[in-house]
T-cell receptor
Framework: AQSVTQPDIHITVSEGASLELRCNYS??????LFWYVQSPGQGLQLLLK??????LVQGIKGFEAEFKRSQSSFNLRKPSVHWSDAAEYFC????????????FGKGTKLTVNP | NAGVTQTPKFRVLKTGQSMTLLCAQD?????MYWYRQDPGMGLRLIHY???????AKGEVPDGYNVSRLKKQNFLLGLESAAPSQTSVYFC????????????FGQGTRLTVV
């Protein structure tokens, strides 16, 4: 089945440290991939997306993600985390040439220590 | 520009009652989605629509019905609410392109007692 998996439920980092959130996908062909962020009590906001071309994608708020076909991964990174980055992060995917379904991983909650 | 608006924002239902959640978007989007969000489960797709008059089942459709009579509105109905349907419900919409960003509403917190 087409799916997106986030292996880490909760990650804690110190402010100023680097961050990597993992996302793995299971699709027959390269999917369209997205990272969203959700602050407490809020809806979801798009950070970045990948659908073709350069495998390193830049997003808002200083985030970037790298698509690796060989590892079926689309990990989100930030070189230096700010306290305001504390939120829940969701990876999502759609199948190319297939269903319009947009499916989400279970999310990774990020805690930032001062 | 309101984007995606969900009504109501909060609701408490008794078991067996029915209700309809309304999602309205003013971006002329073709695709619309209903998700539920539960702790540790992420967002699970309930139903979706690829255009006016169309609907399709998602991952967890049981106990819900939907309608898309107008392009800008996507209604989610609970005919006989159950405590297992206590959740936060999100509506989203996007352009008719598989690489298009989905825009989300602010959510509806539903409690079934």
């Amino acid at each position: 089945a087409q799916s997106v998996t986030q292996p880490d439920i909760h990650i804690t980092v110190s402010e100023g440290a680097s961050l990597e959130l993992r996302c793995n996908y299971s699709y027959g062909a390269t999917p369209y991939l997205f990272w969203y962020v959700q602050s407490p009590g809020q809806g979801l906001q798009l950070l970045l997306k990948y659908f073709s071309g350069d495998t390193l994608v830049q997003g808002i708020k200083g985030f970037e993600a790298e698509f690796k076909r060989s590892q079926s991964s689309f990990n989100l990174r930030k070189p230096s985390v700010h306290w305001s980055d504390a939120a829940e992060y969701f990876c999502a995917g759609r199948s190319q040439g297939g269903s319009e379904k947009l499916v989400f991983g279970k999310g990774t909650k990020l805690t930032v220590n001062p | 520009n309101a984007g995606v608006t969900q009504t109501p924002k909060f609701r408490v239902l008794k078991t067996g009652q029915s209700m309809t959640l309304l999602c309205a978007q003013d971006m002329n989007h073709e695709y619309m989605y209903w998700y539920r969000q539960d702790p540790g489960m992420g967002l699970r797709l309930i139903h979706y629509s690829v255009g006016e008059g169309t609907t399709a089942k998602g991952e967890v459709p049981d106990g819900y019905n939907v309608s898309r009579l107008k392009k800008q509105n996507f209604l989610l109905g609970l005919e006989s609410a159950a405590p297992s349907q206590t959740s936060v419900y999100f509506c989203a919409s996007s352009y008719v392109s598989l690489n298009a960003e989905a825009f989300f509403g602010q959510g509806t917190r539903l409690t079934v007692v």
